[in-house]
């Protein structure tokens, strides 16, 4: 596989093997693929967690388990003079 950088990630690259962190540009970039492999991942699970609590939330109202509040209550709460 050939992978074509840009300038600025080819100076990274090779600022990252220079540093001694590394052996080879080849590890920079299994690393940052790992990396965002990683972060990807823990946004998918963040998305779900919320997903699960706003489904608790629907599943409440329609149970009627709500309580209403207007914008003016809201900001009254929070101190917020309109």
């Given at each position: 596989?050939?992978?074509?950088l840009t300038d600025r990630l080819n100076d990274y690259?090779?600022?990252k093997v220079a540093s001694?962190?590394?052996?080879?540009?080849?590890e920079v970039v299994r690393e940052?693929?790992?990396?965002q492999i990683e972060a990807e991942m823990s946004e998918e699970a963040r998305l779900a967690r919320l997903?699960?609590?706003i489904d608790i939330g629907w599943e409440q109202?329609?149970?009627g388990e709500?309580?209403?509040y207007s914008l003016d209550d809201t900001l009254e709460r929070l101190g917020v003079k309109r």
């Open positions: 596989m050939h992978v074509s690259v090779r600022e001694g962190l590394y052996n080879n540009a080849s940052a693929l790992r990396r997903r699960e609590a109202a329609e149970r709500f309580a209403a």
